[in-house]
């Protein structure tokens, strides 16, 4: 099953920092862009960073300045650097394709973040 794994996730307080990882299962990985996503409690899956395959970033105006973004494609795997997090990032962070249909979804790593 083609999927990413990803790990990195934990409590944390408001202010810190956490660097979550993911990586892919799969052979095709350096030609797709790549994204990270996040599910909170009673919310739809968002999309919060993504990197293209020529190294453009974006970010959610949620993260930006906060969150950092990172890939290497020799090792298959996505960085998500998280700074400065806030209460209000509290969620399930998931890594994926930017088009979801070449990847099925991993099972997430949760970040709490809670004084």
């Known amino acids: 099953q083609v999927q990413f794994v990803e790990s990195g996730g934990g409590l944390v307080q408001p202010g810190g920092s956490l660097r979550l990882s993911c990586v892919f299962s799969?052979?095709?990985?350096?030609?797709?862009?790549t994204g990270w996503y996040r599910q909170a409690p009673g919310n739809q899956r968002e999309l919060v960073a993504s990197?293209?395959?020529?190294?453009?970033?974006n970010y959610a105006d949620s993260v930006k300045g906060r969150f950092t973004i990172a890939r290497d494609n020799a090792k298959k795997t996505v960085y998500l650097q998280m700074d400065n997090l806030k209460p209000e990032d509290t969620a399930v962070y998931y890594c994926?394709?930017?088009?979801?249909?070449?990847?099925?979804w991993g099972q997430g790593t949760q970040v709490t973040v809670s004084s």
């Open positions: 994926n394709f930017l088009d979801t249909s070449k990847s099925n």
């Open positions: 990197r293209s395959s020529y190294g453009y970033t």
């Open positions: 799969g052979n095709i990985f350096s030609i797709y862009g």
